[in-house]
C-alpha cells in the first residue's frame, strides 16, 4: 500500500476539472488521479497535461454508475488505504435554447448534478484520512436559484437542522413536480441546473455538519463552492474566465493547509465565504 497522499478530481478530462487537475498536479505534494467516463478521453487529457510537463494518473469513473463508484473506491482503499483530496466537479447542464421537455431536463440533471454527488460521497467520503480536503463544485446560481424558491422551500434550504434523507426527499419531489407540472405552483424555480446545485450546496453543508459530529478528531474540511463563470462547453466562449481562473477557488479549497480549521461547511466563491 503506498503512504502517497492521492488527490481525485471527478469530470476532469475538459474544462474547469481538468484545470483544477493541472494546478494540483503543480500544487498537491501527491498522485493526482483525472477521472472521465470515457477512458479515451481522459487518457487523451491526461497525455495533454504530460506534453506541459506535468504528471497525472487516470482512472474511469462515471458518477451515474454505481459500480463505476465503487470500483474507484476499492481501488483508493487498496492502493492508497485512503484519498486525501476529493474534488466533486461533474455535472451536466442542458443549454438554455435546448427543447427537451423540462421534466427531462430535470430528472437527467439532478441524476448527475446531486444524486451522482451525493452517491460517490457515499462511497468516498469515509475513505478520506485525517486533515482531508473535500470540494464540491456547485454555482452561483444555487444562490439565485435559492431566492428564486418559495419562502417554505428557502427555509427548509437553510436550516441547520435539515438532514441527507429530508434533502432527498425535496430533490425527488422537484422532480416529480415538474413531471405534473406543478413545480412552479409548488413554489420551485424554473431552473433544474439551479436546483440541482441547491441540492450540491445544502448537501455539502450537511456533510460539513456530519463530519464535524462524528469526526471532529480529524480535521477534514469539507465546502462547496461557485468558480464562477467560466468559458466552457457548458457554459460557452462568452463567459469572462478561463477554466483556469474557474479552477482557483476549487484549488484553494483543496489545498487549504493541515492547520486550517476553516472554512468549512461554507459556500465559497473567489475565495470567500459567502452567505447562503
Keep these: ?3 502517497v ?3 481525485v ?3 476532469s478530462n475538459k474544462g474547469i476539472g481538468f484545470a483544477i487537475v493541472r494546478a494540483l498536479c503543480q500544487q498537491f505534494q501527491g498522485d493526482v488521479y483525472l477521472t472521465a467516463r470515457d477512458p479515451g478521453r481522459g487518457q487523451e487529457a491526461v497525455a495533454k ?3 506541459e510537463g ?3 494518473l487516470f482512472h474511469q469513473l462515471d458518477i451515474d454508475d454505481l459500480q463505476s463508484i465503487r470500483a474507484l473506491r476499492d481501488f483508493l482503499k487498496e492502493k492508497y488505504g485512503g484519498l486525501n483530496v476529493l474534488v466533486n466537479n461533474a455535472g451536466i447542464a442542458f443549454k438554455v435554447r435546448d427543447t427537451t421537455p423540462f421534466a427531462v431536463q430535470a430528472e437527467v440533471t439532478l441524476k448527475t448534478n446531486f444524486f451522482g454527488t451525493r452517491n460517490v460521497c457515499t462511497e468516498l467520503l469515509p475513505l478520506v484520512k485525517p486533515y482531508g480536503r473535500v470540494v464540491n463544485v456547485s454555482s452561483m446560481v444555487s444562490s439565485s436559484a435559492l431566492g428564486g424558491c418559495s419562502r417554505e422551500l428557502q427555509q427548509k434550504f437553510r436550516s441547520d437542522t435539515i438532514t441527507e434523507d429530508e434533502l432527498v426527499e425535496l430533490m ?4 416529480e413536480d415538474t413531471k405534473k407540472s406543478v413545480h412552479e405552483k409548488e413554489g420551485w424555480p424554473n431552473t433544474a441546473y439551479g436546483v440541482s446545485k441547491i441540492g450540491v450546496t445544502v448537501l455539502s453543508r450537511i456533510q460539513a455538519r456530519m463530519l464535524n459530529e462524528k469526526r471532529k478528531g480529524d480535521h477534514i474540511l469539507l ?4 468558480p464562477g463563470w467560466v468559458r466552457t462547453d457548458m457554459a460557452g466562449p462568452k463567459a469572462t474566465k478561463s477554466p483556469d481562473e474557474g479552477a482557483v477557488t476549487p484549488v484553494y479549497l483543496a489545498l487549504l493547509p493541515s492547520d486550517a480549521d476553516g472554512p468549512h461547511g461554507q459556500f465559497v466563491s473567489e475565495k470567500t465565504v459567502r452567505p447562503w
Design 54 to 56: 506535468l504528471h497525472a
Design 1 to 3: 500500500m503506498s503512504n
Design 49 to 51: 497535461l504530460q506534453e
Design 223 to 226: 465546502n462547496a463552492c461557485c
Design 9 to 11: 478530481v471527478t469530470g
Design 5 to 7: 497522499p492521492v488527490a
Design 172 to 175: 425527488t419531489k422537484f422532480v
